[in-house]
Structure formats: structure tokens, C-alpha cells
């Protein structure tokens, strides 16, 4: 079973409007994280948000936040007022084994959306 | 610009030969961890190097082999190369601060392709 499932290949959305980007995740570990990045056209990857699963509160970072549902397992990412700058592809990826499996930071990656804002 | 940094930015080898990639981890940043991203494939976790000892291993092919030296600078050895390796290769660092996550900063990346 995929880890992470990220099931919109492409988005396009209207500059100014707010927009959200799925992402499901399958994991039995209670102690996890959830991570948000972006990838441009140029090609780096640039961290946006993190949440854990025994944060309480939804992770906010500027115009990005995330929306995690925990018994629905979801973690999806919200843009608020999108700009042109954030047409790019963004991948949810997740991190186990907060708690028991120290220093072994290994990410897997969803297989990412395309979004596309139109002027 | 994360504060790492990858070398080459693009290489184009042939079937069968050897190459060497090479990360300088940000500054103060003792993980260093490698990541093939493929059409085929997507992104994909290959190694995790901590403070120069191997901490995690994901799917890295018995062909693919990486160090990290006293310095802390990583590299990733790709041998008997074959067309199906073509990929994005990045590099990722990350601090180790007293707390449950340490978000990693990714290099630019290396574009190998392979004739």
C-alpha cells in the first residue's frame, strides 16, 4: 500500500483564490510527522510546513496551512490567496518513528501536484 | 538558496560507467541524506548519513554506494551505470536540534543522464 497518496495530479486555480492539495497517508505508527514541499520549475525542493501527529493544533506557516485530520488520516495543505510565484509541483511526504526510531529521518514522498495559478 | 550544495549540476555518461556525486551539507548540519527523483520512480529516499556513520538505508541498489567524510561532506557513487538511472539526484541536510523533527533543506540537485 502507498504510504503517502497525493490524488490530484494537476490543479489549475484563479490567482487570488485560496486552494487546497490533498494528501492521505497509511502508517500504523502512532509517532509521525508530515511534511510539505515545494518544488519549482528550477527544480530545488523548499520546505513549507510540518506537523506531528501529537501536535495539537493545525501548523500554520504565512499563507500556508495544514488541515490534518487524524482519524480520516489526511494532512492536506492549504494556500491562502494564491500568487503566480506558487505555480509548481508539492509533495506531501511523511516521516515514522518519531519517538522510537532516533536519528533515522527518512522521508517518503507522495507522488506530488502540479499547480498552476491563471491570472 | 538552501546552504547546500551539489557538484556536478548536470553529468551525461554512458551505459556501464562510474560516476561521483558530491554534497556539502549547510553549515553545522551533521545528516546528510540522498534522494533519486525519477519519472518512473517519483522520489525516492536512498541513503541517510549521520555524523559520518550510515543511520538509514532505503531503496539504494547494491550498484550505488556513498560516504560521508570527517568534514561532513557526502558523496554518492553510482557504478555500471544503465539507462533506468537517469534521475534527479538531491542531497538533503539537516540540523539535529532538541526537538520531535528536524526539517531538511535540500541541495539543487544533480541531473545525471545516462546514453
Known amino acids: 500500500a502507498q504510504k503517502i497518496t497525493q490524488t490530484q495530479p494537476g490543479m489549475f486555480v484563479q490567482e487570488k483564490e485560496a486552494v487546497t492539495l490533498d494528501c492521505t497517508y497509511d502508517t500504523s505508527d502512532p509517532s509521525y510527522g508530515l511534511f510539505w514541499y515545494k518544488q519549482p520549475s528550477s527544480g530545488e525542493m523548499i520546505f513549507l510546513i510540518y506537523?506531528?501527529?501529537?501536535?495539537?493544533q493545525n501548523a500554520t506557516e504565512g499563507r500556508y496551512s495544514l488541515n490534518f485530520q487524524k482519524a480520516r488520516k489526511s494532512a492536506n495543505l492549504v494556500i491562502s490567496a494564491s500568487q503566480l510565484g506558487d505555480s509548481a509541483m508539492y509533495f506531501c511526504?511523511?516521516?515514522?518513528?518519531?519517538?522510537?526510531?532516533?536519528?533515522?529521518?527518512?522521508?517518503?514522498f507522495g507522488t506530488g501536484t502540479r499547480l498552476t495559478i491563471i491570472p | 538558496d538552501s546552504g547546500v550544495t551539489q557538484t556536478p549540476k548536470h553529468l551525461i555518461t554512458a551505459t556501464g560507467q562510474r560516476v561521483t556525486l558530491r554534497c556539502s551539507p549547510r553549515s553545522g548540519d551533521l545528516s546528510v541524506y540522498w534522494y533519486q527523483q525519477s519519472l518512473d520512480q517519483g522520489l525516492q529516499f536512498l541513503i541517510q548519513y549521520y555524523n559520518g556513520e550510515e543511520r538509514a538505508k532505503g531503496n539504494i541498489l547494491e550498484r550505488f554506494s556513498a560516504q560521508q567524510f570527517p568534514d561532513l561532506h557526502s558523496e554518492l557513487n553510482l557504478s555500471s551505470l544503465e539507462l533506468g538511472d537517469s534521475a534527479l539526484y538531491f542531497c538533503?541536510?539537516?540540523?539535529?536540534?532538541?526537538?520531535?523533527?528536524?526539517?531538511?533543506?535540500f541541495g539543487p540537485g544533480t541531473r545525471l543522464t545516462v546514453l
Open positions: 506537523q506531528g501527529s501529537y501536535d495539537q
Open positions: 538533503a541536510s539537516s540540523p539535529h536540534r532538541d526537538r520531535a523533527y528536524n526539517e531538511q533543506f
Open positions: 511526504a511523511m516521516r515514522e518513528g518519531l519517538r522510537s526510531n532516533f536519528g533515522n529521518e527518512k522521508l517518503t
